[in-house]
């Protein structure tokens, strides 16, 4: 079945076969939360636990997890957090400026840290604004396509919300410039934490438009 990353609460997963990973997007929780689980190999690491902790302990199988990052603060991306951590054994992660709000983190990230996964790594992007802690994580395909899981820093459509603080706004539009569309190419697909994908080429031509706007 072709990839869409279309997913709803209940539903069906999304899977995405890239050769040597393979990620696996559900959507949990009353908001809709979009949690991923990625494997390469043996190990299995989860971009937020969020919620409906039963669905994504049964996700992981009898594989497990490794590792479970938390692309941000805010409650509705940890709800299942505690409860996945302690079914699983894996380590929780979270940025430094962001983990004091999350329960059971067991190490903390920054800048251009890797996380494992299998034989590959995710690089650690610090995006600030939506929180102070925020962060999207790159796999660089080996085949030559990048793949960014942005957490609520970047969706279609505009930059995560900053709840009308003009600076934030700034800072983070900033940053998902800088960092994400000054550096990577038009065909990077990015998994944000709610609803569905998009590219960073679609996207693109509308940057000065979400400047404008403010929001």
Same mark, same amino acid.
């Given at each position: !079945?072709?990839?869409?990353?279309?997913?709803?609460?209940?539903?069906?997963? &999304?899977?995405? *076969? +890239?050769?040597?990973?393979?990620?696996?997007?559900?959507?949990?929780?009353? !908001?809709?939360?979009?949690?991923?689980? +990625? @494997?390469?190999?043996?190990?299995?690491?989860? /971009?937020?636990?969020?919620?409906?902790? @039963?669905?994504?302990?049964? +996700? =992981?199988?009898?594989?497990?997890?490794?590792?479970?990052?938390?692309?941000?603060?805010?409650?509705?991306?940890?709800? =299942?957090?505690?409860?996945?951590?302690?079914?699983?054994? =894996? &380590?929780?992660? =979270?940025?430094?400026?962001?983990? &004091?709000?999350?329960?059971?983190?067991?190490?903390?990230? @920054?800048?251009?840290?890797?996380?494992?996964?299998?034989?590959?790594?995710?690089?650690? /992007?610090?995006?600030?604004?939506?929180?102070?802690?925020?962060?999207?994580?790159?796999?660089?395909?080996? %085949?030559?396509?990048?793949?960014?899981?942005?957490? *609520?820093?970047?969706?279609?459509?505009?930059?995560?919300?900053? %709840?009308?603080?003009?600076?934030?706004? %700034?800072? +983070?539009?900033?940053?998902?410039?800088?960092?994400?569309?000054?550096?990577?190419?038009?065909?990077?697909?990015?998994?944000?934490?709610?609803?569905?994908?998009?590219?960073?080429?679609?996207? @693109?031509?509308?940057?000065?438009?979400?400047?404008?706007?403010?929001?």
């Amino acid at each position: !079945m072709t990839y869409t990353g279309e997913v709803t609460r209940g539903g069906q997963p &999304a899977v995405r *076969d +890239l050769g040597s990973l393979t990620i696996v997007k559900v959507s949990v929780g009353e !908001m809709d939360n979009n949690a991923y689980l +990625l @494997r390469s190999g043996d190990e299995q690491i989860l /971009i937020d636990a969020a919620n409906d902790a @039963r669905t994504l302990i049964d +996700l =992981a199988g009898e594989a497990g997890l490794e590792t479970v990052v938390t692309t941000h603060r805010h409650g509705d991306h940890w709800q =299942a957090l505690a409860e996945v951590v302690e079914a699983t054994g =894996a &380590a929780s992660l =979270a940025h430094a400026d962001d983990a &004091a709000e999350i329960p059971v983190v067991t190490g903390t990230l @920054r800048e251009g840290a890797l996380v494992a996964v299998g034989e590959h790594a995710l690089e650690v /992007i610090h995006l600030v604004g939506h929180t102070p802690g925020s962060i999207a994580l790159l796999f660089q395909d080996p %085949r030559g396509t990048a793949h960014l899981f942005t957490g *609520d820093s970047l969706f279609p459509g505009g930059v995560g919300n900053t %709840r009308g603080n003009k600076d934030n706004f %700034r800072t +983070l539009l900033d940053d998902v410039e800088l960092k994400l569309f000054n550096r990577l190419p038009d065909d990077t697909w990015f998994y944000p934490g709610h609803g569905n994908d998009s590219t960073l080429g679609r996207e @693109r031509p509308h940057l000065a438009e979400w400047r404008d706007r403010g929001w």
